[in-house]
């Protein structure tokens, strides 16, 4: 007997960021595959699809917000759902990639979680990941298998150019290891100047930074200000003091993921940047939504990647060659 079968596209969505998942899947011209999930009495998690999935291209969407861990739980037993229930290939979508930032031993007898992460999904049946901005390019090395690494830096630099490309723009990275993706940004912006803000940092205290110095021209220009993610908003809040303190004519904050924990929502509402724009790989409750915030969203990227993937095409003639 011969059978020549067809490709099926199935997406699911984990509990975290559903509104997420729903768009991506309406980009893509498909819904959600209906599933139970609840917890036991215990808060164990069950999950179960409510159609066959045998055979299928996977795509399971999850970010891993907080409580960040119970998320990540949920995404590995969907991840074991499936292979369980014979896909083909099991795609893991994790816009924001959980843990990230642990992806070295800063000090003896500390673990690297970004690697367990990875390690995890591997054991789980993941065959591929796709995310958005990794904290550190090298994590994509973490992961035993293809490892899909989109940049939101076409969205939220297109937005900063409508907006305000009449005007005399500076780009500013918050320290000197991002600055290559700054020089990115410059290229998007038509060359703007770089800077960068020279900082120290405590290891000794989490998310908190030191003393700050602007390295580069930022006098009577807009600063663009640009991070992978806000979480506190310490670092990038000090940065924006410094610039003003400079000469910056203003500042605007371009960031991936707004994690947003407590007190980052009072720091940017009382912070010198007129504009603080984010994409939506987190979900932003309304109690975290003020005035100065603008949120774009993250799905048409994420729904293109997707296709890509499916259609056996090019992921990286999405970011002219560079991802």
């Not at 603008?294 to 970011?319: C, H, K, N």
Request: charge should be negative; proline fraction near 4%; glycine fraction near 6%.
């Amino acid at each position: 007997m011969k059978r020549t079968t067809e490709k099926n596209l199935m997406v699911f969505s984990g509990r975290a960021h559903p509104e997420l998942s729903a768009e991506v899947a309406s980009l893509l011209g498909t819904g959600l595959v209906p599933q139970s999930a609840y917890e036991f009495a215990n808060s164990e998690i069950y999950i179960r699809y409510e159609e066959s999935v045998r055979g299928c291209d996977a795509f399971v969407i999850q970010s891993h917000t907080a409580p960040i861990n119970e998320w990540i739980m949920e995404h590995l037993i969907m991840v074991d759902a499936l292979k369980r229930a014979s896909a083909k290939r099991i795609t893991v979508v994790m816009p924001f990639y959980g843990y990230a930032r642990q992806d070295k031993k800063h000090r003896g007898r500390e673990p690297i979680s970004a690697r367990l992460m990875a390690d995890l999904f591997k054991t789980a049946g993941a065959d591929r990941l796709i995310t958005v901005d990794l904290h550190a390019d090298q994590i994509q090395g973490f992961f035993d298998g293809p490892v899909d690494h989109l940049m939101a830096l076409p969205i939220l630099a297109d937005y900063v150019k409508e907006k305000y490309g009449d005007q005399r723009l500076a780009v500013v990275s918050p320290d000197a290891g991002r600055i290559k993706v700054a020089e990115r940004w410059s290229a998007r912006l038509g060359g703007a100047p770089l800077a960068f803000i020279h900082k120290t940092r405590n290891i000794d205290r989490p998310n908190e930074t030191m003393a700050n110095r602007v390295v580069g021209q930022v006098e009577g220009r807009i600063c663009v200000l640009v991070d992978d993610m806000i979480d506190t908003g310490g670092t990038i809040v000090k940065a924006a003091e410094a610039l003003m303190a400079d000469g910056a004519a203003g500042v605007v904050i371009a960031a991936t993921h707004a994690i947003l924990s407590d007190p980052a929502v009072d720091r940017l509402k009382n912070s010198p940047a007129t504009e603080v724009i984010v994409t939506n790989t987190l979900p932003i409750g309304s109690d975290r939504k003020f005035d100065k915030l603008t949120e774009l969203s993250i799905a048409p990227l994420l729904a293109r990647a997707i296709r890509e993937v499916f259609e056996d095409g090019s992921v990286t003639s999405m970011f002219d060659g560079h991802a």
